[in-house]
């Protein structure tokens, strides 16, 4: 089946630094990848996602680009917020039949003012 | 608000114990997920249930189990319950059978077992 791996944390940094939160994938063909976020007492939500090579998937000022040449899904931001202090999860489909998503390990993100 | 209601929010049980955690997806979803979050094994895949029928099966402990009913709402069922199975048990829905479409997710069930 498919595999990822992230960076672990914790991550701390200042309000308006630049933020880098690297996902590696392994999968067979090109699946979908996603990235989730996990404010504190809340569920998973879908922060962005590409569908295919090159794709780059934007929300909130958060952006990551597709490299199947590299297989990464790196995260980033150019100005970090309080507000943005969470866990972030790179995820991906289990395998090619296209079933659940199977999660990094979560990056927990504190931003201070 | 993600639609997809869990209950209890919260669970504090024996060991040894038996409990049932449900999820009611979102109007419309037919895939169940659920997962299981814990400090050291971070976000684990236990099991997916699409339209009633079992789809694909992750970490899921033979001392757990899983089902979705008719009107789509899932119940897991874990019993003989360890230590540590203390964890937060999240339900996930989606429209089809995954992949490529998004997950949406409950706020979990938080499960102590003392």
């Known amino acids: 089946g498919n595999s990822v791996t992230q960076m672990e944390g914790p991550v701390t940094l200042s309000e308006e630094a630049f933020l880098t939160i690297n996902c590696t994938y392994t999968a067979t063909g090109y699946p979908s990848l996603f990235w989730y976020v996990q404010y504190p007492g809340e569920g998973l939500q879908l922060l962005l996602k590409?569908?295919?090579?090159?794709d780059k998937g934007s929300n909130k000022g958060f952006e990551a680009t597709y490299r199947k040449e590299t297989t990464s899904f790196h995260l980033e931001k150019g100005s970090v917020q309080v507000s943005d202090s969470a866990v972030y999860f790179c995820a991906l489909p289990m395998n090619q039949a296209g079933t659940a998503l199977i999660f990094g390990k979560g990056t927990t993100l504190s931003v201070s003012s | 608000d993600s639609g997809v209601t869990q209950t209890p929010k919260h669970l504090i049980t024996a060991t040894g114990q038996r409990v049932t955690l449900r999820c009611s997806p979102r109007s419309g979803d037919l895939s169940v997920y659920w997962y299981q979050q814990s400090l050291d094994q971070g976000l684990q895949f236990l099991i997916q249930?699409?339209?009633?029928?079992?789809?694909a099966k992750g970490n899921i402990l033979e001392r757990f189990s899983a089902q979705q009913f008719p009107d789509l709402h899932s119940e897991l069922n874990l019993s003989s319950l360890e230590l540590g199975d203390s964890a937060l048990y999240f339900c996930a829905s989606s429209v089809d059978a995954g992949g490529g479409t998004e997950a949406f997710f409950g706020q979990g069930t938080r499960l102590t077992v003392v």
């Open positions: 590409a569908t295919k090579a090159d």
């Open positions: 249930y699409y339209n009633g029928e079992e789809r």
